[in-house]
């Protein structure tokens, strides 16, 4: 325990921001993969908790983990909430094609298979390799869960965990555990008229955007003179960029920032930089592994268009802005290879 002990001191001494770090990079993998979802949090486990789990032992009496530094894998530990479940998918596709991902299960499958409702959620033992994103390059080799889960299915999750964890030796009333089960069943149905909720709406911003779009041509020129702001963006980009996802609310203040601080502040100007042209271009340039979502694709498209002006002008915004210039620069470096800079 006391050779554990001393490894746990190093690493943690070595990684004083892996709990943002992690947060950041895979958040803004997300992200950038278009994917709408609810937050990213990570956490890295404490020496308690660490000892705790290494003094486990099985029915017969062994260790658990007889290698506890490499054989427990969630010394980091990150959790994705969506929104709803159809996300989820998505979610392991983008941590799979830039994680190695050395274990996954299905916690709602499992839960469903044995007859009974409880704990819903995807867990994922991954190891950041060669293709991971550029903020986790000093945890190379690094194991690390991943928890992916319904906003629902947390909720339910951390109400029940707390609940056992106040009562003694984790025995409650079993009229607790009838309301747990029943909870459980009623949030899966829930999940699944979320599921279909945004199906009806995906069917509805495509038919809304062709109409919207012929409307708009009748006035363009009234139109183009006009300005906006962040709470006209996500519907104003819907209308211009029909194919493209909505992203989180909360991030059009940051999308509007970025225009008004390259002097795109009209519906005219918005309307230039995302000429069909000008995304095609962008997109084949970076070669999307995903479908980017608002947020990215306007980011890209004015770096595109005003080059290492943009990176200058925007480099220390946004939530991570200590990663964020040299991520620019990258991406800006492979627009230049394909000769779509302006």
């Given at each position: 325990?006391?050779?554990?002990?001393?490894?746990?001191?190093?690493?943690?001494?070595?990684?004083?921001?892996?709990?943002?770090?992690?947060?950041?990079?895979?958040?803004e993998l997300?992200?950038?993969?278009?994917?709408?979802?609810?937050?990213?949090?990570?956490?890295?486990?404490?020496?308690r908790s660490?000892?705790?789990?290494?003094?486990?032992?099985?029915?017969?009496?062994?260790?658990?983990?007889?290698?506890?530094?490499?054989?427990?894998?969630?010394?980091?530990?990150?959790?994705?909430?969506?929104?709803?479940?159809?996300?989820?998918?998505?979610?392991?596709?983008?941590?799979?094609?830039?994680?190695?991902?050395?274990?996954?299960?299905?916690?709602?499958?499992?839960?469903?298979?044995?007859?009974?409702?409880?704990?819903?959620?995807?867990?994922?033992?991954?190891?950041?390799?060669?293709?991971?994103?550029?903020?986790?390059?000093?945890?190379?080799?690094?194991?690390?869960?991943?928890?992916?889960?319904?906003?629902?299915?947390?909720?339910?999750?951390?109400?029940?965990?707390?609940?056992?964890?106040?009562?003694?030796?984790?025995?409650?009333?079993?009229?607790?555990?009838?309301?747990?089960?029943?909870?459980?069943?009623?949030?899966?149905?829930?999940?699944?008229?979320?599921?279909?909720?945004?199906?009806?709406?995906?069917?509805?911003?495509?038919?809304?955007?062709?109409?919207?779009?012929?409307?708009?041509?009748?006035?363009?020129?009234?139109?183009?003179?006009?300005?906006?702001?962040?709470?006209?963006?996500?519907?104003?980009?819907?209308?211009?960029?029909?194919?493209?996802?909505?992203?989180?609310?909360?991030?059009?203040?940051?999308?509007?920032?970025?225009?008004?601080?390259?002097?795109?502040?009209?519906?005219?100007?918005?309307?230039?930089?995302?000429?069909?042209?000008?995304?095609?271009?962008?997109?084949?340039?970076?070669?999307?592994?995903?479908?980017?979502?608002?947020?990215?694709?306007?980011?890209?498209?004015?770096?595109?268009?005003?080059?290492?002006?943009?990176?200058?002008?925007?480099?220390?915004?946004?939530?991570?802005p200590a990663?964020?210039?040299?991520?620019?620069?990258?991406?800006?470096?492979?627009?230049?290879?394909?000769?779509?800079?302006?």
């Open positions: 325990m006391r050779e554990l002990h001393a490894r746990y001191d190093e690493w943690t001494a070595a990684h004083p921001r892996a709990q943002d770090d992690f947060e950041a990079a895979i958040g997300l992200s950038d993969a278009g994917l709408a979802f609810d937050n990213v949090t990570a956490r890295v486990k404490t020496w660490l000892r705790l789990k290494a003094m486990r032992r099985t029915d017969g009496g062994d260790f658990a983990y007889p290698d506890p530094w490499n054989d427990i894998h969630d010394l980091v530990g990150v959790r994705v909430t969506t929104y709803h479940s159809n996300e989820i998918p998505a979610v392991l596709a983008v941590l799979g094609d830039s994680l190695e991902v050395l274990r996954t299960i299905d916690k709602t499958a499992e839960t469903r298979i044995s007859g009974q409702f409880g704990y819903g959620s995807h867990h994922l033992v991954c190891r950041v390799g060669d293709n991971a994103p550029p903020g986790l390059a000093p945890y190379h080799g690094q194991q690390f869960e991943v928890q992916v889960r319904t906003v629902l299915q947390h909720a339910w999750a951390e109400f029940e965990h707390d609940i056992r964890y106040k009562s003694p030796d984790g025995v409650v009333d079993p009229r607790i555990d009838r309301a747990f089960a029943l909870a459980a069943g009623l949030i899966e149905l829930a999940d699944q008229q979320f599921d279909q909720v945004a199906a009806i709406l995906d069917e509805e911003h495509g038919e809304g955007a062709a109409t919207a779009d012929g409307e708009a041509d009748a006035d363009r020129a009234a139109a183009d003179a006009v300005e906006f702001g962040a709470e006209t963006l996500p519907g104003l980009l819907t209308l211009l960029l029909p194919t493209v996802p909505r992203s989180k609310s909360e991030h059009y203040a940051w999308v509007e920032e970025l225009l008004d601080a390259n002097g795109v502040t009209t519906v005219g100007d918005l309307r230039e930089l995302v000429a069909p042209e000008r995304v095609a271009a962008v997109e084949a340039a970076l070669n999307y592994r995903f479908q980017p979502g608002h947020v990215r694709i306007i980011d890209d498209l004015l770096l595109a268009a005003f080059g290492s002006d943009h990176v200058a002008r925007t480099g220390k915004s946004g939530a991570h990663q964020r210039p040299a991520r620019l620069r990258s991406r800006l470096g492979q627009m230049r290879k394909a000769g779509v800079v302006g």
